[in-house]
């Protein structure tokens, strides 16, 4: 039994299986002995549970069960009857007031369904992180009442960090894996400094031998079990989309793994990578025709594949500098390593996380120069990145990992190289995902497509052949002319961008014109243009003469005459 006199409040007392109140004549019956001894409420929405023990005369053994806040109103203390409780309707008063006043000398254990931080509106006061347990600047007592994913540490810290010690450290490559994982603990925060990180999306591409997955495990293995099995923060690409949301919802900083992303049949993944990379799901109706809640999140979300994952969106500049992707990056110097560093982690995990989130929310001055920090890491990162129009917020995305692996330093004792750690992310992003603006993208794979179907263009010296699937024509040059015109039609033009997967198509043109890549009329983007004695609306593009050599037809005698 559980229930004793430290935890009834006056005038109410224990004496024997009994619950009596002190009154001026003596004493009164209350009830068979009952009483909280847990006190239970929920950091998200504050609503309570109970466990309530009492005397079961029947078997002569104290139960327990765990009630809501509802089972303490005069409507609720009679149906306390029915599950089991005995007490004399008579006194349902008396009882009532009696666990009212009993609930508040039990402590407060505080419960959880969201992981990572608990109450992030209010984070630079309310220093809550949902992990395992509750770690926190007021020193609360929580649990992880929900379990969706494995927290629990578990190994030893020693045989994890030995190997991080011997493997990682030096290793940039594996350095970098080290503070993506972590990094998953300060995106959150960040997101009030800067509004463009809500997540962190991070592709690694590489072949299946190049230890992307195993540097993906030991980024999770941080914070919880890097396995896909057992509530494992490692998932597949393999689900729906529905799947993918329940997963991530309310997670505030902890890492999660998809692995393999050609295990995903969603063959244009445009609106399920704004998700991601928003942290909101769309806005669904439920039966009744009502909007059903919107799961969100905030964390560091590592993706590996030996597929491009900006080959399955569109070419949408504002969505693709939102995403981190690395190439050809050899984590390990050998498949033995490879299966060393996961054999350790799937048996050692959890341990590093838990313990730098206690550090930086104790260590008050880190804490509170959390935005200096990431201003410097910025400015790091803009002189190591080469110009372009979207240099700043590139260097925003990559500067909270320069960040986590500052506050490593300072709280954790290691010993990376920030500059160096910085020109490797450099080194393995395409220079596409480095700021090349969707102008200079769109011009590069048109001309393409031209090369590829050069045989549909008209030419300007036979007006008795046209191709039977004109897209256009090659417009006849100036006598001092050095440049190539191709005439596409309106509507051909707003296809091939279709299938090239270039979406704001009225971006591409503004910016070919600023540059005199586009030839149009005053004041629009077209030109009109006749082909085949009919006048034609078109897009006008001139090219460099040196394209000349890629349309073959353009070498012919009667071209260069």
């Given amino acids: 039994m559980d229930i004793n006199n430290n935890i009834i409040p006056y005038p109410y007392y224990l004496q024997n299986t009994s619950i009596y109140r002190r009154e001026k004549d003596g004493a009164k019956f209350i009830t068979p002995v009952m009483g909280i001894v847990g006190h239970y409420r929920s950091l998200e929405t504050h609503a309570e549970m109970y466990d309530l023990e009492y005397f079961e005369s029947a078997t002569g053994c104290f139960e327990t069960i765990r009630v809501d806040g509802n089972s303490f109103t005069s409507q609720g203390i009679e149906k306390l009857i029915a599950k089991g409780i005995n007490f004399p309707i008579r006194n349902k008063l008396e009882v009532l007031d009696y666990l009212i006043s009993q609930r508040g000398c039990v402590q407060i254990q505080y419960y959880y369904n969201s992981v990572g931080w608990i109450e992030k509106n209010d984070w630079q006061d309310n220093k809550l992180f949902a992990h395992d347990t509750l770690i926190s600047s007021k020193e609360w007592a929580g649990f992880n009442e929900g379990a969706r994913y494995d927290l629990v540490s578990r190994g030893t810290f020693d045989a994890w960090n030995n190997m991080v010690q011997q493997e990682v450290m030096g290793n940039t490559a594996l350095e970098f894996a080290l503070v993506l994982g972590v990094s998953s603990t300060l995106v959150p925060l960040i997101s009030f400094i800067n509004p463009d990180i809500s997540n962190l999306l991070v592709h690694i591409v590489g072949q299946s031998s190049s230890g992307k997955t195993t540097s993906a495990q030991l980024a999770a293995s941080v914070s919880g079990r890097p396995t896909t099995n057992n509530r494992g923060l490692k998932r597949t690409w393999a689900t729906t989309q529905n799947a993918l949301m329940a997963t991530l919802n309310n997670n505030f900083g902890i890492p999660i793994i998809l692995d393999e992303l050609s295990m995903s049949k969603i063959s244009d993944m445009t609106s399920l990578v704004y998700q991601l990379v928003d942290g909101n799901e769309k806005a669904r109706s439920n039966q009744d025709a009502g909007l ?27 969505l693709r500098v939102r995403i981190l992707e690395l190439s050809d990056v050899e984590f390990t110097t050998s498949p033995e390593k490879a299966e060393y560093i996961k054999s350790v982690v799937v048996r050692n995990y959890g341990w590093l996380q838990p313990e730098f989130v206690k550090r930086l929310i104790n260590e008050k001055a880190v804490w509170n120069a ?101 897209i256009g024509m090659f417009i006849r040059p100036e006598a001092t002319d050095t440049n190539i015109r191709i005439a596409i039609l309106k509507n051909e033009m707003t296809r091939i961008l279709d299938d090239l997967g270039y979406e704001d198509k009225s971006t591409v043109f503004r910016l070919w014109k600023q540059r005199g890549i586009l030839e149009s009329e005053k004041d629009r983007k077209t030109k009109r243009v006749t082909i085949n004695s009919q006048r034609a609306v078109t897009y006008t593009l001139k090219l460099d003469w040196e394209y000349r050599k890629e349309f073959f037809v353009l070498n012919k005698k009667q071209f260069l005459d």
């Avoid at 969100?296 to 080959?311: K, M, P, Q």
């Fill in 292 to 318: 059903k809640q919107i799961r969100n999140w905030s964390t560091t979300i590592i993706s590996t594949g030996e597929a491009r994952v900006t080959d399955k969106i569109a070419k949408n500049d504002g």
């Fill in 370 to 470: 959390i935005p200096d920090y990431y201003e410097q890491c910025v400015t790091l990162c803009i002189k190591q990145l080469p110009e372009s129009k979207y240099r700043n917020r590139i260097a925003g995305r990559n500067a909270v990992l320069i960040l986590t692996a500052l506050l490593l330093n300072k709280l954790m004792g290691t010993s990376i190289d920030l500059e160096k750690l910085h020109g490797f992310v450099v080194e393995h992003t395409d220079d596409e995902q480095l700021g090349q603006d969707v102008g200079q993208a769109a011009l590069s794979d048109v001309v393409q497509y031209l090369i590829r179907h050069q045989r549909d263009l008209k030419s300007y010296v036979d007006d008795y052949n046209t191709p039977l699937n004109l």
